[in-house]
C-alpha cells in the first residue's frame, strides 16, 4: 500500500507541476503539495485495494481536469487568437475549381497558338548587283602601295598572256595582254614607277593602254593578303590578282562598276 500511494503521489505532483508551469493563475506550490498529500492520505485510508485504486482514479481524474483546463486558457492567451483566423481562413477555403475535357483542350490550343513560330534561316540571296558592289568598295579601299614591299618586288618585269571574257557581249572571246613594270625607291623615300599595260583584240586593235612614269597609282595591296594584289590595266578597271608564284600570274578581271568581265592570266618574259 505504501509503495502504491509512493507512485500515486509521483503522478500527482507531476501532473501538478505542469498546472504551476502554465500561463494564467497557477496553483500555489504549497497548496498544490497539501492538496497532493492530503490526497495519497485518504486512499491509504481507505478499505481494501479496490477502494484505493478507485479513490486515486478519482484524484488523478481531478488532476487532469485542471490540466485540461489549462490548456483551454493557454488556447485563448493572444498567441492563439492570432493563429486562429489563419487556421480558420485555411479550413474554410473554397475547393479548387475543376475544368472539363472540352475547356482542357481549348485551352490547350489557344496556348499552343501563342508559342513563337520556328522559321528555318533561309539564305539570303546575293544578287550580281550585290557582288559588283562589294567587289568596288574592297577595291577602292584597298591602299596604292607606297614602299618596295614583296608584293611590288614580284611585279618588277615584263609580262604577257590573255584575257578570257566571260561577260555575255564577248564571252568566250580571247584578247592579249601585254605588261611591263618597273619600280624604285626615289631617294629611298617615295615608291615610284614605269608602267605600261596593253590589251589587244583577236584582230589586233588595242582597246586599252595605260602608260604611267612617276608616282605608283596603279598598283594596290590587298589588306592581310601577301599573296594577292590589285592591278589597274585601264582608268578605273581593275584586277584581283594571285602573285604566289611570281612567274605565272593569274585573276578576274572587274569593269570600273566592279562587274565581273572575265579572266586575266600571265607569264613573266624575263
Same mark, same amino acid.
Given at each position: 500500500m505504501k509503495t502504491f500511494g509512493l507512485l500515486f503521489l509521483g503522478m500527482l505532483f507531476g501532473a501538478v507541476g505542469v498546472l504551476m508551469l502554465e500561463e494564467g493563475e497557477p496553483l500555489p506550490k504549497k497548496? !498544490?503539495?497539501?492538496? +497532493?498529500h492530503a490526497g495519497v492520505a485518504k486512499i491509504q485510508d481507505t478499505g481494501? $485495494?479496490?477502494?484505493?485504486? &478507485?479513490?486515486?482514479?478519482?484524484y488523478y481524474g481531478k488532476a487532469v481536469i485542471l490540466f485540461l483546463a489549462s490548456l483551454v486558457r493557454e488556447q485563448?492567451?493572444?498567441?492563439?487568437?492570432?493563429?486562429?483566423?489563419?487556421?480558420?481562413?485555411?479550413?474554410?477555403?473554397p475547393p479548387q475549381e475543376t475544368i472539363t475535357a472540352s475547356e482542357s483542350a481549348a485551352l490547350a490550343s489557344v496556348t499552343s497558338s501563342q508559342?513563337?513560330?520556328?522559321?528555318?534561316?533561309?539564305?539570303? !540571296?546575293?544578287?550580281? +548587283?550585290d557582288r559588283a558592289l562589294n567587289n568596288l568598295i574592297t577595291h577602292?579601299? $584597298?591602299?596604292?602601295?607606297? &614602299?618596295?614591299?614583296?608584293?611590288?618586288r614580284k611585279m618588277n618585269g615584263s609580262f604577257e598572256g590573255?584575257?578570257?571574257?566571260?561577260?555575255?557581249?564577248n564571252k568566250g572571246r580571247v584578247d592579249h595582254v601585254a605588261m611591263d613594270m618597273n619600280f624604285f625607291m626615289e631617294d629611298g623615300k617615295k615608291?615610284?614607277?614605269?608602267?605600261?599595260?596593253?590589251?589587244?583584240?583577236?584582230?589586233?586593235?588595242?582597246?586599252?593602254?595605260?602608260?604611267g612614269n612617276g608616282d605608283n597609282q596603279t598598283l594596290r595591296l590587298v589588306p592581310g593578303r601577301k599573296d594577292q594584289v590589285y592591278l589597274e590595266p585601264a582608268p578605273g578597271d581593275f584586277i584581283?590578282?594571285?602573285?604566289?608564284?611570281?612567274?605565272?600570274?593569274?585573276?578576274?578581271?572587274?569593269?570600273?562598276?566592279?562587274?565581273?568581265?572575265?579572266?586575266v592570266e600571265i607569264g613573266r618574259k624575263n
Open positions: 497548496e !498544490a503539495q497539501a492538496w +497532493a481494501d $485495494a479496490a477502494a484505493q485504486l &478507485k479513490a486515486a482514479e478519482e485563448q492567451s493572444p498567441e492563439a487568437t492570432l493563429a486562429e483566423p489563419i487556421v480558420k481562413e485555411i479550413k474554410e477555403a508559342q513563337p513560330v520556328k522559321v528555318d534561316a533561309q539564305p539570303v !540571296a546575293v544578287t550580281p +548587283a577602292r579601299k $584597298a591602299p596604292i602601295a607606297d &614602299k618596295m614591299s614583296p608584293q611590288v590573255r584575257f578570257t571574257w566571260d561577260a555575255k557581249q615608291l615610284r614607277g614605269i608602267i605600261s599595260i596593253i590589251l589587244t583584240d583577236p584582230e589586233g586593235k588595242q582597246y586599252s593602254r595605260s602608260t584581283l590578282l594571285d602573285i604566289r608564284n611570281p612567274n605565272r600570274m593569274s585573276g578576274p578581271y572587274y569593269d570600273q562598276g566592279g562587274n565581273y568581265l572575265g579572266r
